[in-house]
């Protein structure tokens, strides 16, 4: 596995959304580490496993529908096994993030369900465990676009992608590493040639798998595949700013404009605020 660390703002002192603005107007701004950035949300406290998520339940509403994808474990959107299904939030956790509704066959073969992107707008009270940071508006632009919940169960995988916005990723419960590269790794990493997806990596399993010695549950990978996936990431992450960070509850992550990212979730579910602004 690779191991290269984020530049990191380290101690007590949280980043100001001033400092945070003189660093995203820089020439080539670089993905900050930002460990102190949440500690006062009241989520940190509020959504808790141990009471299976009670008061996060109350926020959003047990009843309410959500859009959850399915994907064959390990993969990510552009798989041919996604699908996109709609159930009740109290179900979605219930049965993929708390294990209270047993499963039957081998798990191992059940799908990865992933809450991603779910509009804060539409989440119901979720705010206001979650308030907005000043940073929010400390793009070149000052504008903000987009608030999202993200909910995902060990081994929830997103691919290498780049967004057309500053993104600030918090995580609330669980963890989750990020793999960031520069926006000139685009020709390590394959980008699809499909019109709506052009941002995104055909690369179809994660980093973490690509460098498992073991290939484990069974990829179905051919060898020289891997191998040269194995090659290509090397590659790009010798390239200048590349990174990898593991986000525990109360850290987040900057990432710049256009540099491509993946997360993977690990060591149980996790759930995360995501923000998008220029």
């Known amino acids: ?40 949300w009241p ?15 109350r926020s959003i509403g047990d009843d309410r529908q959500v859009e959850v994808e399915l994907v064959r474990r390990g993969r990510g959107y552009l798989d041919p096994s996604l699908s996109r299904v709609h ?13 209270r509704i047993p499963s039957q066959g081998d798990l191992s073969t059940l799908p990865t369900a992933y809450l991603a992107q779910m509009d804060l707008c539409d989440a ?4 206001e465990d979650v308030p907005p940071l000043p940073h929010f508006q400390s793009g070149p632009q ?13 081994g929830s995988f997103t ?13 609330v419960m669980g963890n989750k590493t990020f793999f960031v590269l520069p926006p000139e790794a685009a020709d390590s990493l394959q980008p699809s040639t499909v019109p ?19 290939d484990s549950e069974g990829e179905m990978i051919p060898p020289h595949t891997l191998e040269r996936f194995r090659a290509q990431l090397i590659k790009a992450f010798a390239l200048p700013g590349a990174c990898q960070v ?16 993946s997360a993977e979730g690990i060591d149980g579910p996790g759930i995360g605020v995501g923000a998008w602004f220029r």
């Not at 159930?87 to 294990?99: H, N, P, V």
């Open 87 to 99: 159930m009740s939030f109290g179900t979605y956790l219930d049965a993929f993030i708390l294990d």
């Open 1 to 40: 596995m690779l191991d290269i660390p984020l530049p990191r703002i380290f101690g007590q002192t949280v980043l100001t959304a001033s400092a945070l603005r003189q660093h995203l107007t820089a020439p080539r701004p670089s993905p900050l580490h930002m460990p102190q950035l949440l500690a006062h």
């Open 124 to 127: 119901g009270n979720v705010q």
């Open 43 to 57: 989520a940190l406290s509020h959504w808790r496993r141990s009471d299976n998520l009670d008061h996060l339940r």
């Open 196 to 214: 709506q997806h052009t941002n995104t990596s055909t690369v179809p399993i994660s980093v973490t798998r690509i460098f498992s010695e073991a």
């Open 159 to 171: 691919p290498f992608h780049q967004d057309p916005y500053i993104g600030l990723y918090s995580q």
């Open 246 to 261: 593991m986000l525990t509850a109360g850290e987040s992550i900057l990432v710049p404009q256009g540099w491509w990212h």
């Open 142 to 154: 000052a504008s903000m676009y987009r608030r999202t919940l993200w909910i995902g169960p060990e």
